[in-house]
C-alpha cells in the first residue's frame, strides 16, 4: 500500500521529536497501574458516571498493519533517516479497527465513555462503529469529504484524492445543493476546523478524566486540549510507548501498548469487546434496448458513491449462466466492471455473479443470483437499510465468517434495473484475555492537528519550537 497520507503532506523541516526509544512498564508494575482505572468502574456501580473524555493518536491504530509518525520505525523517523515512507502490511482501505476502537464503542454503549476526541485521518472510529456526534477528527478524515454549502458529511469506502481541503471529483448529492465537495484531511497550514476544535475543548474543561492513546503528544493546539481538565480538577491519564512533553502532568503514565492496556481495563470493568464486522456495497444495473426480436443488456457493476468512483474491495468478477451453455462466461477484470450482449427477446435467463475480493478481505469471494426476463418487468421496493445490516451482522457473528450478502433496494423501470446489495467482507474478533497485537512495521496517522489555529510542532519543554449529517 502507498502511504497516500503521509506522501500527500507537504514538506516540513521541523518534524519535532522523532524515533525517541519506546519504553515497557513490568507486568507487575502495569497491573498496578491499571488498577487506576477501578474508579471508573466505581463510577459504574454508584451510577454517578463523570464525564470520560478519550484522546487518540497513533498508537491505537498500528496493531490494525497502520504504520505511525515517530515510532523507531515511524514515517518521519524512516524520511528523517533518509529511508523513505515505510511499507504498510495491507491496504489502507482495507485496515480494520482495533482491539482499543472497538473496547471505546462498548465503553461508550455502557455510558462511561462521553466522547472521543482523535488526531487520526484513518476512519477507523467511524468503521468501528462509533458515534459521529460523540466524535471529533480534529485534523480530518482520509475517506471522507464535506459539502462546504450544506455542511453534509459523505464518508466513502476508498481513500479521497486529495488532502489540503481541496476541491474532490464529486458533487453533493442533495438536490437543492449540488456544491462542489472538499477533502477534509488538513496539510500543515491548514487551520483547525472550528466545529471540531470547540466541540473537543469543551468536552475537555467538563471531563473528570481525560484518557491519552497512542500519542507523542507533540502537535498544538491539539496537544494542550487534555490538560484543560487540571484546570477544573479533572485528571490526565497517559497511555504511549515513548516519552511525551505532558507525562509530568499527568495523574497516571503507563508505557504499554495500548490494545493490552485497555485490554486490562476492560476486564475490570468485566466489559465484552464487540467483534468488528464491515459491510461493503456495490450497485447493479441492467439497462436494455429492443432491437428487432434481439435485445441487446448491458450489466454494470458499480460503487454506490457514483458510477465513476472505485470498488477497492473487488478485484475481479465472474459472470456465467448456469443453465445456458450456449451462452458464454467472462471474467471482468478491469473497472469500470461492463458486460454488453445480445439475447432474443423471449429468452430468460439465469445469471450468476461471482464478485472476487481484494487483499484484505476476510473470504475470497461471495455471489448473486440473477433471474433476467425481459418480457417482465420485476418489482420495486426498498428495505429498511439499518434492519438489513443488523441481521447481516448477526449472521456473520454467529457463523464467525464473512461472505454473507442481501439486497437492499431495487428500482425497476422499463428499461432498467438497478439494485443495491450489501455483503459481509470481514469480520474480526478480540480476545481481551489474550491479546495478540501485530508488531508494528512503522506508523503514520500520529497526525495532530481556533477559528483559524494552525498545527505547530511542539518541543519536550511542552510548549511551541451540529449534529453532524454523515452519508455513506
Known amino acids: 500500500?502507498?502511504?497516500?497520507?503521509?506522501?500527500?503532506?507537504?514538506?516540513?523541516?521541523?518534524?519535532?521529536?522523532?524515533?525517541?526509544?519506546?519504553?515497557?512498564?513490568?507486568?507487575?508494575?502495569?497491573?498496578?497501574?491499571?488498577?487506576?482505572?477501578?474508579?471508573?468502574?466505581?463510577?459504574?456501580?454508584?451510577?454517578?458516571?463523570?464525564a470520560k473524555v478519550v484522546f487518540t493518536g497513533a498508537g491505537i491504530s498500528t496493531s490494525s498493519g497502520i504504520p505511525d509518525f515517530r515510532g523507531p520505525k515511524g514515517v518521519w523517523t524512516l524520511q528523517r533517516a533518509g529511508k523513505g515512507v515505510p511499507d504498510a502490511s495491507l491496504p489502507f482501505h482495507r485496515a480494520a479497527p482495533t482491539l482499543t476502537h472497538m473496547a471505546l464503542v462498548e465503553l461508550e454503549r455502557a455510558g462511561l465513555l462521553k466522547f472521543v476526541i482523535s488526531q487520526n485521518v484513518d476512519s477507523?472510529?467511524?468503521?468501528?462503529?462509533?458515534?459521529?456526534?460523540?466524535?471529533?477528527?480534529?485534523?480530518?478524515?482520509?475517506?471522507?469529504?464535506?459539502?462546504?454549502?450544506?455542511?453534509?458529511?459523505?464518508?466513502?469506502?476508498?481513500?479521497?484524492?486529495?488532502?489540503?481541503?481541496?476541491?474532490?471529483?464529486?458533487?453533493?448529492?442533495?438536490?437543492?445543493?449540488?456544491?462542489?465537495?472538499?477533502?477534509?484531511?488538513?496539510?500543515w497550514e491548514d487551520a483547525l476546523p472550528p466545529e471540531e476544535m470547540n466541540s473537543a475543548e469543551e468536552q475537555c474543561r467538563a471531563a473528570d478524566?481525560?484518557?491519552?492513546?497512542?500519542?507523542?503528544?507533540?502537535?498544538?493546539?491539539?496537544?494542550?486540549?487534555?490538560?484543560?481538565?487540571?484546570?477544573?480538577?479533572?485528571?490526565?491519564?497517559?497511555?504511549?510507548?515513548?516519552?511525551?512533553?505532558?507525562?509530568?502532568?499527568?495523574?497516571?503514565?503507563?508505557h504499554g501498548l495500548v490494545d493490552k492496556v485497555i485490554?486490562?481495563?476492560?476486564?475490570?470493568?468485566?466489559?465484552?469487546?464487540p467483534p468488528y464486522i464491515r459491510i461493503d456495497f456495490i450497485q447493479l444495473l441492467l439497462r436494455h434496448t429492443v432491437?428487432?426480436?434481439?435485445?441487446?443488456?448491458?450489466?454494470?457493476?458499480?460503487?454506490?458513491?457514483?458510477?465513476?468512483?472505485?470498488?477497492?474491495?473487488?478485484?475481479?468478477i465472474e459472470v456465467s449462466f448456469p443453465e445456458r451453455p450456449d451462452m458464454k462466461p467472462v471474467v471482468l477484470m478491469e473497472q469500470p466492471f461492463s458486460l454488453q450482449r445480445?439475447?432474443?427477446m423471449t429468452s430468460k435467463f439465469f445469471m450468476l455473479l461471482t464478485l472476487n475480493f481484494s487483499d484484505g478481505c476476510g473470504c475470497s469471494s461471495s455471489s448473486i443470483e440473477c433471474h433476467v426476463n425481459f418480457q417482465n418487468q420485476k418489482e420495486s421496493f426498498v428495505r429498511d437499510r439499518s434492519l438489513v445490516l443488523q441481521e447481516l451482522k448477526c449472521s456473520a457473528e454467529r457463523q464467525c465468517r464473512s461472505?454473507?450478502?442481501?439486497?437492499?433496494?431495487?428500482?425497476?423501470?422499463?428499461?432498467?434495473?438497478?439494485?443495491t446489495h450489501a455483503f459481509v467482507t470481514n469480520v474480526v474478533r478480540y480476545d481481551a484475555e489474550d491479546v495478540k497485537v501485530?508488531?508494528?512495521?512503522?506508523?503514520?496517522?500520529?497526525?495532530?492537528?481556533?477559528?483559524?489555529?494552525?498545527?505547530?510542532?511542539?518541543?519536550?519543554?511542552?510548549?511551541?519550537?451540529?449534529?453532524?449529517?454523515?452519508?455513506?
Open 1 to 50: 500500500m502507498s502511504l497516500g497520507y503521509a506522501e500527500k503532506l507537504s514538506y516540513r523541516e521541523d518534524l519535532g521529536s522523532v524515533g525517541m526509544p519506546e519504553m515497557f512498564d513490568s507486568p507487575k508494575l502495569l497491573q498496578g497501574k491499571r488498577s487506576f482505572f477501578c474508579f471508573i468502574r466505581a463510577d459504574r456501580r454508584a451510577c454517578n458516571y463523570g
Open 124 to 187: 477507523l472510529h467511524l468503521r468501528s462503529g462509533f458515534p459521529r456526534e460523540k466524535l471529533a477528527e480534529l485534523h480530518g478524515n482520509s475517506f471522507k469529504e464535506t459539502c462546504p454549502c450544506c455542511k453534509t458529511e459523505y464518508l466513502r469506502d476508498f481513500e479521497i484524492e486529495t488532502i489540503g481541503l481541496k476541491d474532490t471529483p464529486r458533487r453533493c448529492t442533495d438536490k437543492n445543493c449540488g456544491a462542489r465537495l472538499k477533502d477534509t484531511v488538513l496539510d
Open 209 to 254: 478524566l481525560v484518557l491519552c492513546l497512542g500519542t507523542s503528544l507533540q502537535i498544538t493546539p491539539a496537544c494542550n486540549m487534555p490538560l484543560m481538565s487540571i484546570k477544573n480538577g479533572g485528571k490526565v491519564a497517559i497511555v504511549n510507548l515513548q516519552a511525551t512533553p505532558k507525562d509530568k502532568k499527568a495523574s497516571l503514565v503507563i
Open 263 to 273: 485490554a486490562g481495563v476492560m476486564c475490570i470493568l468485566n466489559l465484552r469487546i
Open 291 to 316: 432491437k428487432k426480436k434481439c435485445v441487446r443488456w448491458t450489466l454494470r457493476v458499480t460503487s454506490i458513491h457514483g458510477v465513476r468512483a472505485p470498488l477497492p474491495f473487488l478485484q475481479s
Open 342 to 344: 445480445e439475447t432474443s
Open 403 to 419: 461472505g454473507q450478502q442481501s439486497i437492499l433496494k431495487r428500482e425497476s423501470l422499463p428499461r432498467a434495473e438497478t439494485s
Open 438 to 472: 501485530v508488531e508494528p512495521k512503522g506508523t503514520w496517522m500520529d497526525s495532530s492537528s481556533s477559528n483559524l489555529t494552525k498545527r505547530h510542532m511542539e518541543g519536550p519543554s511542552g510548549y511551541s519550537a451540529s449534529q453532524k449529517k454523515l452519508k455513506s
